[in-house]
């Protein structure tokens, strides 16, 4: 079992920048962010593995959002730049198998709501 709480959400304007955190309880290989917007799916954002060589971003934000993680605090980042209202969604942290498919990962956070003002 693992737990995992997201944080550094908030609201910002278009343009802007936020960084989020997630805490792994425990020692995790695969972990990922996702994103659900009001009225939308669940979609992807992005995954990183253990050693961080290793990333995948959803289209929507590749060049503007960066993963990486520090193993030693259990911790993974996303570090979000030139957001747009477009990005304003709850951001989920998630721990599996990997992949791009929610329901390929067996751990969630709580979330933490990212709102982006025009």
């Known amino acids: 079992q693992v737990q995992l709480v997201e944080s550094g959400g908030g609201l910002v304007q278009a343009g802007g920048s936020l960084r989020l955190s997630c805490v792994a309880s425990?020692?995790?290989?695969?972990m990922a962010w996702f994103r659900q917007g009001p009225g939308k799916e669940r979609e992807f954002v992005g995954a990183i593995t253990w050693s961080g060589d290793s990333t995948d971003y959803a289209d929507s934000v590749k060049g503007r959002f960066t993963l990486s993680r520090d193993n030693a605090k259990n911790t993974m980042y996303l570090q979000m730049n030139s957001l747009k209202p477009e990005d304003t969604a709850v951001y989920y942290c998630?721990?599996?198998?990997?992949?791009?498919?929610?329901?390929?990962?067996?751990?969630w956070g709580q979330g933490t709501q990212v709102t982006v003002s025009s």
């Open positions: 425990a020692r995790t290989f695969r």
């Open positions: 998630a721990v599996g198998s990997g992949g791009r498919l929610a329901s390929q990962y067996n751990y």
